[in-house]
């Protein structure tokens, strides 16, 4: 009698997780299909990704209104430092993922941002997870062979094993093409690893003289930036996938970060010095370009830069110490008086991201915090 209670105990709760999945999956297609809608402060988003603003057609320089909102992953909290942070391309849905092996998934409204989905992989820390261009898949690396993709459509994890003709052995480090043709993984010795985002085969190798330590893409996806510690920045053809031109970034022993605006204007490049050089399209024409400004604000590395979806705001950020964050607002290329506020505890940042349509701004930390704040100029999601 004892054993049929046991067993009918447990068939229950196995139908209950059972169901509990079921109602998440769905849960998050219906984020996906519904797209971007109304925020919870009450202003009416677009159905559509384009760049709209509010009252001033122009982001104003000097005070960013800004405002703290619930932390974006309040509902699933954790002590393990956040690898990634990102916003899904089209849904109101930002993931989070770190050295806790977990990717959440949460739906982002500003005051509650419900959990609408997680998946934990075992013996696999996540340094790196980002959307596919389509934004059906999470893709997410570690310092292993092998790489995962998450179908959220289907709501299935797949084990890519080590890719054929690759010796790598570290996966942690890579970046999506927006045209969702590449997922290029950054190896040793300056290697750039091409993988198809559809089939997830190798398709080619580029290599750069020295390390590669970041890549970046313009918008169309047809030309890729890499920096590494050479001082150098290459800039690929992706259709060709030759070196189309090489410039020194003046005065960088060591590049760190790099970032291409949103309408392919401005590059910025980050370096161990802290100094962030910005560039415009004049680059392309001498191997010793003069930076438009040089951005001094940091003191330690710079690790993450990133620009939002209408190319008036770079955020900056170093993961060597606490609170180094900063905004610098374009075209004048200052930065932001009143951001990070000084009562802020940001504590050490190690990832950022806006979302589609810059309506919020987020910054994961090392204490497992997704900081979510709510950007006013900026009236849709």
Known sequence: MRMKMKELMSAKIDGFK????????????????????????GEDLLHSTGNYLTSSEFLPKGILEIKKCTDAN????????LKSVEFHPTAQVML????????????????NNPKIQSVFLDKFPI???????????????????SFYC?????????????????????????EMSPDGQHIVFLGKYGHMHLVSAKSKEWMSSLKMNGSVEAVAFSRDGSKMYSIGDDGEVYVWDMRTRDCIHRFRDEGCLKGTSIAVSKNDQYLACGSYSGVVNIYDDSHMTSGYPQPVKSVMNLTTPCTTTVFNSSSEI????????ERAVKLVHFPSMTVFSNFPDRTESLRIPLCMDFSINSGYFTIGNHKGQALLYR??????Y
Not at 375 to 380: C, D, F, I, M
Request: hydrophobic residues 30%; charged residues 25%.
């Open 18 to 41: 059972a169901s509990n999945k079921r109602k998440r999956r769905s849960s998050l297609r219906m984020c996906l299909h519904t797209g971007l809608k109304t925020d919870s402060e």
């Open 74 to 81: 309040k509902e699933s909290p954790t002590q393990a430092k």
């Open 96 to 111: 989070t993922a770190g050295m806790n092996q977990t990717l959440n998934l949460f739906q982002i409204d500003g005051k």
């Open 127 to 145: 340094h790196t997870a980002h959307f596919s261009a389509s934004g059906e898949e999470v893709i997410m690396g570690s310092k292993h062979k």
């Open 150 to 174: 998450y179908d959220m459509i289907a709501g299935k994890i797949v084990n890519i094993p080590q890719i054929k003709g690759l010796e790598e052995t570290n996966m942690s480090r890579f």
């Open 314 to 321: 770079l955020a900056l950020a170093s993961n060597y110490s």
């Open 375 to 380: 950007l006013k100029h900026y009236s849709n």
